[in-house]
């Protein structure tokens, strides 16, 4: 790298907002040194074909709760933006928060803080979030939200908004870690963030939007009530407290009050074909406002709504995030019938979930489809099943390889001489080892990274597999109050619209519903099913209360499995 204008650094610099931050720094010719998680991997390749990228962009591997690896990334740099986050962008799943999300929050910007004071920057700009702001039952409802107002992290925490939480906790202990180390701290807290997308993978941008757009396939919508703000603003919000010497404190940086159905008469407008939501559900949303006068006096402003909007839908069609917002027929001449098989971990549900459950079922049904020989309004040739049957076994896809089911599906298959494509977060983490041992997978096996919240990633993993088992469930074991009862909704809905969506796609869904599963472990972690056997066994019959369960084997379950493919 070249060494005329300072180095920063930017943390998250893969990510929707990440991108468009390294992309303004490029253009106003600072030296930028990015962390993500993988240098070399193909979705951080948009990254090196921003303008200036050559020679004024270096990638480099971090991880927030990897504080060596952040100290060696912002060592030497005058400045940095921490834009990064440990917290998936979609409805936060766990409500035994403070391992999985608040901790992570808070730790991953101590640490950069930390290694901001050893490295000795000069201003570090943190990316908190209107969430640290807009939950506070006390503030007056006639006033406008400014930077004195904090989200109630009590009030949050009682009504389980675990990502409210985490942002506040994360925002105050930074600021706190500023005044005690003289660190110049400045935050800034975006409200929804859209816009265009720089990278190719689906962020929770493209998700709120789709969704609002009819991807659902529902005829109704809620007309909820959003501030947005465009990401582009948000970069240049954040270039803009980091250059101006008397900018201080928090900034609430956001744009636009808006329903979800005003949004959709934009998109409607500008595309005349569009097939929008025929109803708009008033939910009674109390309506919240926050106000951007702090940033403003330095000089900031925003786009117009409209140019955000149709640019954020052009640049997901264009990206193809938008895959079924728009009318497009398909038709399925071949027989083969892909089946979904569905599994019941001992995992627990927050109410919100069922959506997300939901949304990413479907896209493991598009990624199949977009990955499969089926084309809008064209004739495939008909094939028997008995014809493709007779055929050499093709490839087939198990999502969450890795896991107790997931692993002896893999099991069963590689014994019955099936290829086996399997999905894991990471192909080279020691705790996948148990696959690459069992009979066949030295010559039939292959990990492939593959996240359910990236399409990308799912595209990929399915490209070229004539069969694929859904085995992977996004929810880690928590418990949530009547677990029971949302962990059934979640399940439900889930099922009955997959079922839907083959009727609607042409798509053939089986879907397997085993109860509580039981059995010996292949992998090397603990799961439910043997958390929930050694505490029966530490507490005795005396203690423990006697349950009645229905159960299964795990090995029954992925014999089922095989066999409803077959059939």
Not at 127 to 133: D, E, F, L, M, Q
Not at 208 to 229: F, I, Q, R, T, Y
Not at 439 to 451: G, I
């Amino acid at each position: 790298m070249s060494t005329g204008k300072e180095s920063v650094c930017v943390t998250g610099a893969g990510g929707f907002l990440g991108s468009w931050v390294v992309h303004h720094l490029l253009s106003k010719n600072y030296l930028v040194r990015g962390t993500v998680r993988d240098p070399l991997d193909a979705k951080n390749a948009h990254l090196k074909q921003l303008p200036n990228a050559s020679t004024n962009l270096e990638l480099v591997k971090a991880e927030l709760l990897d504080y060596p690896s952040l100290l060696s990334a912002i060592q030497g740099c005058s400045g940095v933006f921490h834009v990064a986050s440990p917290v998936l962008s979609s409805v936060v799943l766990n409500p035994q928060a403070s391992v999985e999300i608040i901790e992570p929050a808070v730790t991953g910007t101590l640490n950069v803080l930390k290694a901001c004071v050893e490295t000795k920057v000069k201003r570090v700009v943190v990316v908190s979030s209107g969430a640290a702001v807009i939950m506070n039952p006390a503030w007056p409802s006639s006033r406008p939200m400014d930077e004195s107002c904090w989200s109630d992290v009590e009030y949050c925490r009682a009504t389980q908004r675990w990502y409210q939480v985490s942002k506040t906790e994360a925002e105050s202990q930074a600021i706190e870690y500023g005044k005690a180390t003289r660190l110049d701290v400045v935050t800034v807290c975006p409200n929804l963030i859209m816009g265009p997308v720089l990278q190719p993978t689906r962020n929770a941008s493209t998700l709120v939007l789709s969704m609002a757009l009819k991807e659902g396939g529902h005829d109704s919508v809620e007309n909820k009530h959003w501030m947005v703000v465009d990401v582009r603003d948000v970069a240049e919000a954040l270039v803009l407290v980091y250059e101006k010497p008397d900018a201080e404190g928090r900034y609430i940086c956001s744009a636009h009050s808006v329903r979800v159905k005003d949004m959709v008469e934009i998109v409607t407008e500008k595309y005349p074909d569009y097939n929008r939501h025929k109803k708009f559900i008033e939910e009674g949303q109390e309506k919240k406002e926050t106000t951007s006068k702090k940033l403003q006096s330095l000089g900031w402003s925003y786009r117009a709504l409209q140019e955000t909007v149709v640019e954020s839908v052009e640049s997901y069609k264009k990206a193809g995030s938008l895959l079924t917002t728009w009318r497009q027929e398909f038709r399925l001449n071949a027989t083969w019938r892909w089946r979904l098989i569905r599994t019941q971990n001992s995992i627990r549900w927050q109410a919100p979930t069922k959506l997300l459950q939901w949304q990413l079922t479907k896209w493991v049904f598009k990624s199949y489809r977009e990955a499969s020989d089926i084309k809008p309004r064209r004739s495939l040739p008909t094939l028997s099943e008995s014809d493709l049957m007779s055929m050499a076994k093709g490839t087939v896809c198990v999502t969450g390889t890795g896991g107790f089911l997931g692993s002896w599906v893999v099991h069963l298959l590689l014994s019955k001489n099936y290829p086996v494509r399997g999905t894991v977060r990471d192909p080279l983490d020691e705790k996948y080892a148990h696959l690459k041992q069992l009979p066949n997978a030295s010559s039939n096996l292959k990990l492939v990274k593959a996240d359910l919240l990236d399409y990308s990633s799912l595209f990929y993993a399915i490209q070229g597999c004539s069969g694929v088992f859904h085995v992977a469930s996004p929810v880690p074991s928590s418990s949530v109050a009547n677990p029971q009862k949302w962990y059934c909704v979640s399940k439900t809905e889930a099922e009955s619209k997959a079922f839907e969506f083959w009727k609607a796609n042409g798509l053939d869904v089986v879907s397997v519903c085993p109860n509580l599963i039981l059995g010996p472990i292949l992998l090397a972690t603990a799961n439910a099913s043997t958390l929930l056997l050694a505490k029966l066994l530490k507490e005795g019959p005396d203690l423990a209360d006697n349950w009645h369960h229905r159960v299964v084997d795990v090995r029954c379950s992925r014999s089922i499995g095989s066999g409803v493919r077959e059939a």
